[in-house]
């Protein structure tokens, strides 16, 4: 059973930063391909960030890019995503999911891409409220 855990979150002026962390524990699986999502009313869960904790590449959104930066703990499978230059458009709730594999189904590594149904553990989600 794999748990993952979120933390982080809040209300923030545009233009502020947020930190949120996220950490996958509970298995015996020694690495994670750990994503952040993002889900606003009336819109569908979008693929912000991705890395595999064991090394490789990140992934980031074209609307995150130069803004939102993954970095990662010495404590094994725990990743940060912070997020700078805040606007509104990144208003929603923010989930972390994790998956065992590397090599996603549709060919894609951890990193390339974060597709929802490439992950199966998902955290509970935090609210990102971005104001003017």
């Known amino acids: 059973q794999v748990q993952v855990t979120e933390s982080g979150g809040g209300s923030v002026q545009a233009g502020g930063s947020l930190r949120l962390s996220c950490a996958a524990h509970?298995?015996?699986?020694?690495?994670?391909?750990l994503g952040w999502f993002r889900q606003s009313p009336g819109k569908e869960r979008e693929g912000v960030a991705a890395?595999?904790?064991?090394?490789?590449?990140?992934y980031y959104a074209d609307s995150v890019k130069g803004r939102f930066t993954i970095s990662q703990d010495n404590a094994k499978n725990t990743l940060h995503l912070q997020m700078n230059n805040l606007t509104l458009e990144d208003s929603g709730v923010y989930y972390c999911?994790?998956?065992?594999?590397?090599?996603?189904?549709?060919?894609?590594?951890?990193?390339?891409?974060?597709?929802?149904?490439?992950?199966?553990?998902w955290g509970q989600g935090t609210q990102v409220t971005v104001s003017s």
């Open positions: 509970g298995s015996t699986y020694t690495g994670f391909c």
């Open positions: 999911a994790a998956d065992p594999t590397a090599l996603k189904a549709g060919g894609n590594w951890c990193g390339e891409a974060a597709e929802p149904g490439d992950f199966g553990y």
């Open positions: 890395r595999y904790t064991l090394g490789g590449m990140t």
